[in-house]
């Protein structure tokens, strides 16, 4: 599939039904900015039904992430990324 599945209006309800198929390997590659709009529960609970999460990174620089994107958002990026990780260690 192309695409982000966290720009999925109806991502969180398709994640209960991926739930149910636990026992498959499931996989996306998303953008952690997207992350934005899920709340920290919202994002373990991601963690927890999906077996691998692949993150686009675009540039491993401020300066390398706008020459590739044309915007400012390293810093969002970063922010983000560093949430996930947060919720992949968190407690439940």
């Known amino acids: 599939m192309v695409g982000d599945a966290l720009l ?25 900015l997207c992350l934005e709009k899920y709340s920290d529960l919202e994002v373990i609970e991601i963690l927890k039904v999906l077996s691998r999460i692949h993150i686009s990174c675009y540039g ?8 590739i994107t044309r915007r400012r958002s390293f810093d969002r990026f ?9 919720c992949v260690k968190s407690p439940e």
């Open 78 to 86: 970063l922010v983000q990324t560093r949430r996930l990780l947060a």
């Open 8 to 32: 999925d209006r109806n991502w969180m309800q398709r994640l209960h039904l991926l739930a149910e198929m636990r026992e498959s390997i499931i996989q996306v590659s998303l953008k952690s």
């Open 60 to 67: 491993i620089t401020e300066d390398e992430c706008e020459a």
